[in-house]
C-alpha cells in the first residue's frame, strides 16, 4: 500500500472513532520507517518504533552490535559490597533454582528495594536471569559454580575494609579465620605467625586497642590481626569456613608466589 492509501484509510479510520489512531505493523525495513516518518503517518512497529506526531512521541530502540555490547560490560563498574554479598547468596544457596524477589529478601534479612536494587547490578553484568511467574518475578544464577566464578571475577571486589592488630582476646575467639590463616587450613600454605581473623563492618570490638603496624617487631609472637569486611562473613561461611569467593578475592593482589599457588589449588579444589 502507497502513502497516499494510508493516509485515506488513516483519514476515514479517523473520522468513523474521532480519534487519532496509529498503523500497527510487526515489522518494518528502515526505508519503510523513512517513508512513513516523511509522510507523516503515525505507526508502531513491534514494540521497538514508535511515531506519535499527535503525541509529540518518535522513539527508536538503539540496536547495539556484539562488539558495542562487549564493551558496555568492560565499562560497568565492580560490585558495591552489599550487591556483592548478594551474588554470593545467589550462588551458593540458590544457584539455578528460580527464588521469588521476596523470598530472597526475607531470606537474607533485606528490604524488596534492597533486592531490587542488587539484582539490578547483577542483572547489567550478566550473572543472574529474571523470569515471571504469574504476578511473581522469580531470579536464579546465570550459570554454574566455577563458570559463574569466572564470569563475575571482573566484577568483584577484595572485602577487606581495613586491617587492625589487637593484643589476644576472648572477643576473637568466635571470629572466623581469615587471610593466610583461613587459606592454610585449606591448602599446604604455612600458618601465619599471628591469626588473622575477619569481622563485619559493625562487629569490631567496641573498645579498639590497635597497635600501630610500625611497631608489630615489638610485638609479642600472639598478637591477632583483625580484618574488617566491607559485609558479614558470618552469613556467607561454609563448613565454618570463609567462603572460598570472599576468600580468594581477600588474597588475590598478594605479591607472595606461595599464596597465589595455594589461591590456584583452593579453586580446583572447590566442590562447586
Known amino acids: 500500500m502507497n502513502r497516499e492509501s494510508l493516509k485515506k484509510t488513516l483519514a476515514q479510520v479517523e473520522a468513523s472513532v474521532h480519534k487519532p489512531v496509529a498503523f500497527a505493523f510487526d515489522t518494518l525495513s528502515d526505508f519503510q520507517r523513512r517513508n512513513l516518518i516523511e509522510a507523516n503517518i503515525p505507526f508502531v512497529a513491534a514494540s521497538s518504533v514508535f511515531y506519535l506526531p499527535f503525541l509529540g512521541i518518535a522513539y527508536r530502540k538503539r540496536k547495539y552490535t556484539a562488539s558495542q555490547k562487549t564493551l558496555e560490560k568492560e565499562n560497568l563498574p565492580k560490585l558495591t559490597a552489599a550487591a556483592q554479598a548478594f551474588f554470593l547468596f545467589m550462588m551458593y544457596n540458590v544457584k539455578d533454582t528460580p527464588i521469588s524477589k521476596s523470598e530472597a529478601a526475607r531470606m ?68 572466623p579465620k581469615s587471610g593466610e590463616s583461613a587459606l592454610a587450613q585449606r591448602s599446604l600454605l604455612a600458618q601465619a605467625k599471628a591469626d588473622i581473623v575477619a569481622c563485619g563492618p559493625h562487629a569490631a570490638p567496641t573498645e ?33 569456613r570463609l567462603d572460598t569467593v570472599s576468600l580468594y578475592m581477600s588474597l588475590k593482589d598478594s605479591p607472595n608466589e606461595r599464596v597465589q599457588a595455594c589461591l590456584k589449588e583452593m579453586l580446583d579444589k572447590e566442590q562447586w
Open 108 to 175: 537474607n534479612g533485606l528490604t524488596p528495594m534492597s533486592v531490587s536494587r542488587y539484582c539490578r547490578e547483577l542483572l547489567d553484568r550478566g550473572l543472574i536471569q529474571e523470569t515471571r511467574e504469574r504476578n511473581t518475578m522469580q531470579i536464579s544464577c546465570s550459570a554454574m559454580g566455577r563458570a559463574l566464578f569466572d564470569k563475575a571475577l571482573p566484577y568483584l571486589i577484595s572485602p577487606v575494609k581495613k586491617e587492625l592488630l589487637y593484643l589476644p582476646s576472648k572477643a576473637f575467639d568466635k571470629m
Open 208 to 240: 579498639e586497642k590497635e597497635i600501630a603496624k610500625e611497631n608489630r617487631g615489638f610485638l609479642p609472637d600472639n598478637f591477632v590481626q583483625l580484618q574488617v569486611w566491607k559485609y558479614d562473613p558470618q552469613p556467607l561461611m561454609q563448613n565454618n
